[in-house]
């Protein structure tokens, strides 16, 4: 059985520890509400552009003047991995990570050992993790994640998009954590380009065109300026959905954390209770066994 003092440095470990993991449990609440607030209020803009682009890209399909909804061979593939750029989250970054490397070696196995599958990192954890490994990395974008704007998002979007025109890329997948509350969120895995009509990657059934809209002036002025707005929104959206459910998967992390802290302590003290106990009855015996032996 350990010693007193073992068991009273071990208790003050444990409070200092339940301490640190509550106080990260109320700034990550502190951060979600405002992470929330925002995500909420750009979802239905964000839902509605997209609606439209969709049945829009049925009118356009066979247009050669738009570069954005043109349909290659998917030789070149860039996967876009939005993690976080601090831990203590939970699953929130292993589970985009596992995605990555799933897609790699099942969906896009051909590409990946050809070389032609790159992966484009938002979010230190998923650079940290890829480069050390020696996947093939297009590009590192942690930056992105820090005081987020729409600004810096619109510009990597823009980088994405000239990509994508210039055939450096056939295809661009982009893996996150879409926010659905603080407790749960859920993976997506979405076409960025080309834009299609059809439901996002995984679904077999294209969607109906749900309007037939009027253009004014003509549908290639409105094309070329809604579809480069809607891309950029479309990645702003993704980025802000991460960075809610990074908060919110870090504020249930910690608080899991303090409660096992709190249980851990309790049973710290039933054990530091019994040592003292014992230790209390080893002197009383050995009080009456000196006792005793003097009466002798």
């Given at each position: 059985m350990p010693g007193l003092k073992e068991v009273r440095i071990r208790i003050a470990s444990v409070k200092s520890t339940q301490q640190i993991t509550n106080a990260m449990k109320m700034v990550a609440a502190s951060k979600l509400r405002k992470a929330q607030m925002a995500i909420v209020k750009l979802r239905p803009y964000a839902a509605k552009l997209q609606e439209i682009l969709q049945n829009l890209s049925v009118s356009i399909e066979e247009s050669?003047?738009?570069?954005?909804?043109?349909?290659?061979n998917a030789d070149r593939i860039l996967i876009v991995a939005i993690t976080?750029?601090?831990g203590l989250c939970g699953g929130f970054n292993s589970n985009i990570i596992k995605t990555v490397i799933q897609l790699l070696t099942t969906t896009y196995s051909e590409q990946y050992q050809k070389g032609n599958?790159?992966?484009?990192?938002?979010?230190?954890?998923?650079s940290e993790f890829f480069t050390k490994r020696n996947y093939n990395v297009s590009g590192v974008h942690d930056q992105l994640l820090e005081h987020i704007s729409f600004p810096k998002v619109?510009?990597?979007?823009?980088?994405?998009?000239?990509s994508f025109t210039n055939k450096e890329y056939d295809r661009i997948i982009m893996v996150y954590n879409q926010f659905k509350n603080a407790a749960v969120q859920k993976l997506i895995v979405e076409q960025f380009l080309p834009i299609a009509p059809a439901e996002p990657v995984g679904s077999k059934e294209k969607s109906p065109v749900?309007?037939?809209?009027?253009?004014?002036?003509?549908?290639?002025?409105?094309?070329?300026?809604?579809?480069?707005?809607?891309l950029r929104i479309q990645v702003y959206k993704a980025v802000l959905d991460s960075f809610a459910s990074?908060?919110?998967?870090?504020?249930?992390?910690?608080?899991?954390?303090?409660?096992?802290?709190?249980?851990i302590l309790r049973e710290l003290?039933?054990?530091?209770?019994?040592?003292?106990?014992?230790?209390?009855?080893?002197?009383?015996?050995?009080i009456v066994s000196g006792a005793e032996a003097l009466k002798g």
């Open positions: 050669n003047e738009n570069a954005y909804t043109s349909e290659r976080s750029n601090r599958a790159r992966i484009d990192c938002i979010g230190r954890k998923a619109s510009a990597y979007a823009e980088e994405l998009m000239r749900t309007a037939d809209y009027i253009f004014e002036p003509d549908s290639e002025t409105i094309l070329r300026e809604l579809i480069p707005k809607t990074e908060q919110g998967a870090r504020m249930t992390a910690m608080q899991q954390a303090t409660d096992n802290a709190q249980d003290q039933i054990t530091y209770n019994k040592v003292r106990q014992a230790a209390i009855t080893k002197e009383i015996l050995e």
